[in-house]
């Protein structure tokens, strides 16, 4: 599940490391045509439905990886751990839904079924410094967890729910708070005169320990490379990583 996910990538860490308006020439009128600029999608930054993989160092090693695995038009599970140990047991769970990305759960491998199902029981959007804040309408207790159109504002999601297995043997209680902001300059130390959408999270849950922030950081996604680019974390450690490679498989 999720926690074991970032717990993971944390350990990993610490034991190695638009188009603009366009004007086109008419043949029929002695002016040009002009085309409203294309609206930027979270597509085109994490890539999450092309093979795409990449690697992040910290200290001078690598300290995690990623890759995405496409199941459908519209699903896609991402994998996250040790380079040294790939594949990982473990798998997060995305649907595509309109204007939607939504988090399913997570499951043993990539493409594999869900193990775990997350569900919410609240969610709330709001600006970019999580005021005015409202309800999100339900899909079927999914989590909201990115817009696949990226608005020229930041905004704020903020969700609550449980993690259970399909027998509901356990529960887990969770809450996810995130801060998108829109595309900006970026670099890191590998990689200048990037366009990256930034993501800050902070995440809560009772996994086998009293209810309590157990993450929070900034992640930032690369334009046509994908994620972690930066990985700015204060929680449970200070601790940062840059996206070195970058590849398709």
């Known amino acids: 599940m999720r926690m074991k996910l970032l717990a993971a990538t944390i350990a990993a860490a610490l034991t190695v490391a638009g188009v603009g308006t366009a004007a086109v ?47 459908s038009a519209t699903e896609s599970d991402i994998s996250w751990g040790d380079p040294a140990t790939w594949p990982p047991k473990s798998a997060e769970h995305f649907i595509r839904s309109g204007d939607w990305v939504l988090l399913d759960g997570y499951n043993d491998g990539a493409g594999k079924p869900l193990t775990q199902i997350q569900r ?12 005015n804040l409202q309800p999100i309408p339900s899909a079927g207790g999914r989590q909201h967890y990115v817009k696949w159109n990226i608005p020229s504002t930041g905004y704020c999601l903020d969700a609550t729910g449980t993690i259970k297995p399909p027998n509901g043997s356990t529960t887990v209680k969770f809450r996810h708070l995130q801060k998108w902001s829109p595309p900006q300059a970026c670099a890191n130390p590998y990689f200048t005169a990037q366009t990256c959408i930034t993501q800050f999270e902070q995440w809560w849950d009772d996994n086998n320990h009293p209810y309590s922030l157990q993450l929070s950081r900034t992640l930032e996604l690369a334009k046509g490379k994908g994620m972690a680019f930066t990985n ?16 398709h498989y």
């Open 25 to 71: 020439a008419d043949s029929t009128d002695s002016g040009p045509l002009t085309h409203p600029a294309a609206v930027p999608n979270y597509g085109e930054y994490s890539l999450m439905f092309e093979k795409s993989a990449g690697q992040y160092w910290a200290g001078g090693s690598a300290a995690g990886q990623w890759a995405w695995t496409p199941l």
């Open 120 to 131: 919410v029981t609240s969610e709330k959007i709001g600006d970019a410094n999580c005021n």
């Open 232 to 247: 700015h974390t204060t929680v449970p450690v200070n601790w940062n990583a840059d996206a070195r490679y970058y590849w």
